[in-house]
């Protein structure tokens, strides 16, 4: 990525695009030229993704192994051969009140997404970055 960064437009993955953080680096990376997919966990955040300039919506649940691999071979499939120049798992969760008052399932969920959705997402999107790069 270091060596076309900035240079010419790259094609970005930016998981939870759909909101937050996520959405605003979305939104800029757009803005200057970039090809993104934006990671939408649900048809709201990818409706709404569908009428930013520049970005192509892609339905995907970092929690989930299937679902990341579907969004691999959809953007994958969008790129058709031309690399996938970066990934930005930026896709996470807060909740509000003090973490020992969460309910054990909503802390599984608040892990699920902030530390295994990392996990998740280093197998198919990473591997397509490795394929177009040549390294890791």
């Known amino acids: 990525m270091a060596g076309n960064w900035g240079k010419s437009p790259c094609a970005v993955f930016v998981t939870g695009a759909g909101s937050g953080i996520g959405a605003c680096v979305a939104e800029m990376l757009a803005s200057r ?25 892609i339905r ?18 969008a790129l058709a051969g031309r690399p996938l ?34 996990h998740t997402l280093r197998s198919p999107p990473v591997r397509a970055l490795r394929i177009h790069q040549g390294g890791g």
């Open 85 to 118: 120049n970066a990934v930005l798992n930026i896709a996470g969760m807060i909740t509000n009140g003090p973490v020992c008052d969460l309910p054990a399932t909503e802390f599984a969920n608040v892990l699920a997404v902030n530390l295994v959705g990392v």
């Open 60 to 77: 995907i649940d970092v929690r989930d192994e299937d679902s990341a691999r579907a969004a691999a071979t959809e953007v994958r499939s």
């Open 33 to 57: 030229g970039h090809r993104v997919f934006g990671g939408a966990f649900n048809e709201q955040e990818a409706t709404t993704l569908a009428s930013v300039e520049g970005v192509t919506p």
